[in-house]
């Protein structure tokens, strides 16, 4: 008989039935979801854990530094620490402890004291040099307190060389740095670590893949940074005594086109970024130091001899339906005194013995019209018409500098070949590499003939009587023979006239292993002419630099120790 309240033997089994059912559905669903994480979805949740405790550290290359011919350091890497506050992890009695660092951090900290918060992890210093941040790291730090060591770039010349090597930052590449960053940046790399539970504990994964960064590639510069300041701060106080708009120069060793030094000032802009680099971009006319073209023409054509003479003596000439002049009167000039004079007349009326295409392809082979190639962004290949474009005045005008546009590269150019018996040599600022094992000397750059020797020859003796007796006496330097032609030239800007002052210096004359170009670009009226102000400048460049180097003044290959001085001036 059953008692009240007592299940029945069928409502017992149903229940029964009831759990068994309900642990066999669980027990199923457990295992589907086993199986799935186990076997059909394991590469999925192998890679959240594996997210979870392994964490990819990115390898930062060294970039590469660049030193000029000597070895001297001119960029190269500083290392800098972060600091960072992660506030969740900070307590309150930490917070006077974060006050004092920021205070010890000084001009580097990004907040004043007292700190405030902004966000939860907030950067409260960077690029701190790590000499001073290391006593600070050996005291210790607060707790939430972070810190990373990373680098900046360096430039221990400052702004000096700035015109040749412009500047890198993360957000910013100018100059040098950004012509040769494919060589320069290195290529990063990566390493796997496995992070624990607790904060700041983590070890290299021993499985994982990893690769190493490679560091960017050393570069040796043909600049000397001796050199470098003297021409910078000659063309600093050129430009701020002449009021002229910008200054630029050029120094080379005319046989192996090597550039020892490249200057322009201003060196930034209004807004902090590179200014021009007037060396290399933009263009101007060349005035008086263009007719060198002339000279080299007439002579290697044979249409002329240095005994010749013209008859300058009504001191102006009419082409076309204009009239050009000279400055003074000059009477019978010979092809000597008619370079050493600048005289307009005379080299008006040497041109007109030569047919366009042959003036035009002087020109071309001594390297105008076209960029040189150097290792800079933003060359500027000048302006050069070809015949077909040209009016009647035309000839007359690029006999004297106008109607063209060059650099004041292209012009050193030029008158390398007049140095160096003829020959165009390219420019060139690097001399070796070095990718981490050994220095690499890179490639001569070929030249190609502009002019016969014998030529060139004689337009050098004739540069050195401008120096000694014509327009480029104040080019002299004492106890050496300097041969050279200075320029004028003047154009219309916003109804004013504007002049450009230029001066192209050999040393020494007899053999010369420098050429100086210096360009100073609308000098007040009294500064207008090359005589005034490059040719100064260029004398005061030339002398600091014998100073420096007085073996220069012995005259290419002709120094009893010039074996001694190749080497000195060679790389490893």
């Known amino acids: 008989m059953q008692r009240p309240g007592e299940l029945t033997a069928s409502r017992r089994r149903s229940r029964i039935r009831f759990v068994l059912f309900s642990v066999v559905f669980c027990f199923s669903i457990v295992t589907l979801s086993l199986f799935r994480i186990q076997v059909s979805s394991h590469e999925y949740y192998l890679s959240v854990a594996d997210a979870q405790h392994t964490h990819t550290v990115q390898l930062e290359p060294r970039r590469g530094r660049i030193y000029d011919r000597s070895g001297y350091l001119l960029a190269g890497n500083t290392s800098v620490v972060t600091f960072e506050v992660y506030w969740p992890s900070v307590i309150q009695e930490q917070l006077p402890r974060i006050d004092s660092l920021v205070a010890r951090l000084g001009d580097h900290a990004l907040v004043g004291v007292p700190v405030e918060r902004w966000s939860s992890n907030q950067t409260i210093a960077r690029s701190v040099p790590l000499e001073t941040a290391s006593p600070i790291l050996a005291g210790g730090v607060p707790a939430g307190v972070n810190w990373r060591i990373g680098s900046v770039r360096s430039y221990p010349m400052g702004e000096m060389c700035a015109a040749v090597l412009g500047r890198w930052s993360p957000d910013l590449c100018e100059g040098l740095e950004m012509s040769m960053d494919h060589l320069l940046r290195g290529e990063a790399g990566f390493t796997v670590v496995e992070r624990s539970a607790f904060p700041g504990l983590h070890m290299p994964s021993l499985d994982a893949e990893r690769r190493p960064s490679r560091d960017g590639v050393d570069l040796r510069l043909t600049i000397d940074s001796r050199f470098q300041t003297i021409v910078q701060e000659e063309l600093q106080r050129g430009v701020d005594e002449s009021g002229a708009a910008w200054g630029a120069a050029v120094v080379m060793d005319p046989w192996s086109g090597e550039i020892l030094a490249l200057g322009s000032y201003p060196v930034r802009s209004g807004s902090g970024c590179l200014a021009v680099n007037h060396c290399i971009s933009g263009y101007h006319e060349p005035g008086s130091t263009f007719k060198v073209v002339t000279l080299a023409a007439c002579l290697e054509e044979g249409v002329l001899v240095p005994s010749d003479t013209f008859d300058c003596s009504r001191g102006q000439i009419p082409v076309a339906d204009r009239i050009i002049s000279d400055c003074h009167r000059y009477g019978t000039l010979t092809i000597e005194e008619i370079a050493a004079h600048s005289s307009n007349v005379g080299i008006v009326k040497m041109v007109s013995l030569l047919p366009d295409s042959v003036i035009f392809s002087y020109c071309r082979r001594m390297g105008f019209g076209s960029r040189t190639g150097i290792e800079l962004p933003g060359e500027s290949e000048g302006i050069l018409r070809p015949p077909d474009q040209w009016s009647g005045l035309s000839r007359a005008s690029l006999a004297i500098g106008q109607e063209v546009a060059v650099t004041p590269l292209q012009l050193a150019c030029a008158f390398c070949a007049?140095?160096?018996?003829?020959?165009?040599?390219?420019?060139?600022?690097?001399?070796?590499?070095?990718?981490?094992?050994?220095?690499?000397?890179?490639?001569?750059?070929?030249?190609?003939?502009?002019?016969?020797?014998?030529?060139?020859s004689m337009v050098l003796r004739m540069l050195e009587t401008a120096v000694e007796e014509g327009t480029g006496t104040t080019a002299a330097v004492p106890g050496i023979r300097v041969a050279g032609k200075t320029g004028t030239a003047e154009r219309l800007s916003q109804g004013e006239d504007e002049y450009l002052s230029a001066f192209v210096g050999l040393l020494p004359a007899e053999s010369p292993d420098l050429v100086i170009a210096v360009v100073f670009d609308g000098p007040d009226y009294e500064y207008r002419f090359g005589s005034a102000l490059a040719a100064p400048a260029f004398a005061t460049m030339a002398r600091e630099i014998l100073a420096v180097e007085p073996e220069l003044a012995m005259g290419h290959g002709s120094s009893p120790d010039s074996e001694l001085l190749a080497g000195r001036w060679g790389t490893e």
């Open 418 to 456: 007049i140095a160096n018996g003829g020959r165009l040599v390219r420019p060139r600022l690097i001399l070796a590499s070095c990718d981490g094992e050994r220095w690499r000397d890179w490639a001569d750059l070929p030249a190609s003939r502009a002019l016969e020797a014998g030529t060139s």
